[in-house]
């Protein structure tokens, strides 16, 4: 039964109102891909939201007979429980459970399931059954890390991204590097692979650099950038990002869009130091670029305007602990595990309930569902004023009980469809037919449904 929790939102101009929302189960790790996300929670348990064209979703979503292709513009859950890492591609997933077994769903075109077909899947299809640590999923290919260290990949092959000295497209997992490896990441037509000692190697597409090989020529084989103290990788998709153990960013490869954010829009193939101190987390999208200070900052480059003349933008100034880029919005852990997102919502991938891709929306909270803080104004017997601030849009329901301790579905219903709206927005509303609270006090909750 649910339970609400009692802590108290708003400065409240009658002393007895309180205005009180729900704790929730926290956000633990998240994954951006091309118009859609997914993110984890505390229980295990994995969610999506955005375009599930191809079963990225893992819902049963696909193309309907009209022509138009299944999403979702709210986070549904996918998977109830035992759900530890998460890759999303650019119209592909893939995860791990607990048990170390490696899943799948969407596009397979490529083969980069690695189910042994070229068939697309709409539901979670097991891929390996054990030791499997972390994954990473490209544009068209998939890399998995073993307990071993050893790096595995299968899909799209036609820049050399598998590593495996060819351009042969493979549909099932071949073993690339037999040990070692302690991070894997993979980016549009190339792979990125972190050593236990700290070395950068990279393979596959080069063509604007973004191996950092000081060529521009594509690698069949993993090949070593860097030679010391790398200690997180992230491939975008045509240019990298890694961070050094003194905790500087640096960045090489496609910069038409500023995305290296050093100054210019020139494409560079050596690696190149951005920020020379203080960063934490790194993440890096089609054309844009991300990273989180050790103060808790959220920072960008690239694509939309999200840089400043080729240089970083601070996006949030604290609370930030990882970030996950998608083709043209990004997912926000902050500390706590509630999750924030930003960018385009065209297919629903923000999550908070909109499909509008006009405008590129600023950062506004996803999970938990905030509720709206509330200020009650004025009342009578028969009218309830009150203002709000809307942290999470969507249409808002007012609840009243004098019973702070009720189960939230014994509240009684004041009003439904008080006001819908987008997030950051406030309002106002005036409900008749509402009781004073006299002598008793009343608890109020705006809640989202």
Known sequence: ?????????????????????????????????????????????????????????????????????????RPEEIVASGVVDVGAGSDFSLFIKSDGSLWAMGNNAAGQLGDGSFISTNRP???????????????????FLKTDGSVWAM?????GQLGDGTFNTTNSPEEIISGGIIAISAGG?????????????????????????????????????????????????SHSLFLKSDSSLWAMGYNDYGQLGDGTSISTNRPEEIISNGVVAIS????????????????????????????????????????SAGYDHCLILKSGGSLSAMGFAGAGQLGDGFTNNSAWVPPEQIFPRPQSVLKISASS???????????????????????LAQPLDHWTPISTAVVTTRGTNNFTATLANVLSPSATPYFYILESP
């Open 1 to 73: 039964m649910k339970q609400i929790a009692n802590w108290v939102f708003g400065a409240l101009l009658l002393s007895s109102y309180q205005v009180v929302i729900r704790a929730a189960t926290g956000v633990t790790k998240i994954g951006g891909g091309v118009d859609y996300s997914l993110f984890l929670k505390s229980d295990g348990s994995l969610w999506g939201m955005g375009f599930s064209a191809y079963g990225q979703l893992g819902d049963g979503g696909g193309w309907n007979d009209n022509g138009t292709a299944t999403s979702t513009n």
């Open 125 to 143: 299809k097991q891929i390996v059954s054990r030791e499997v640590v972390a994954v990473s999923a490209g544009s068209a290919h998939s890399l």
């Open 155 to 159: 899909g799209d092959n036609y820049n």
């Open 189 to 237: 037509g190339h792979s990125l692979f972190l050593k236990s000692d700290g070395s950068l190697w990279g393979t596959g597409d080069n063509v604007d650099g973004q191996l950092g090989d000081g060529t521009f020529i594509k690698a069949t084989k993993p090949e070593r950038i860097v030679s010391e103290a790398v200690v997180a990788i992230s491939g975008g998709g």
């Open 284 to 323: 890096a999208s089609a054309v844009q670029s991300w990273f989180v200070k050790s103060d808790g900052s959220l920072w960008g480059m690239g694509a939309w305007g999200l840089g400043d003349a080729g240089r970083p933008r601070q996006i949030l100034s604290n609370n930030v602990v990882s970030v």
């Open 381 to 403: 017997n028969y009218e309830l004023q009150f203002q709000a601030s809307v942290l999470f849009g969507g249409t808002f329901h007012l609840r009243m009980s004098t019973n």
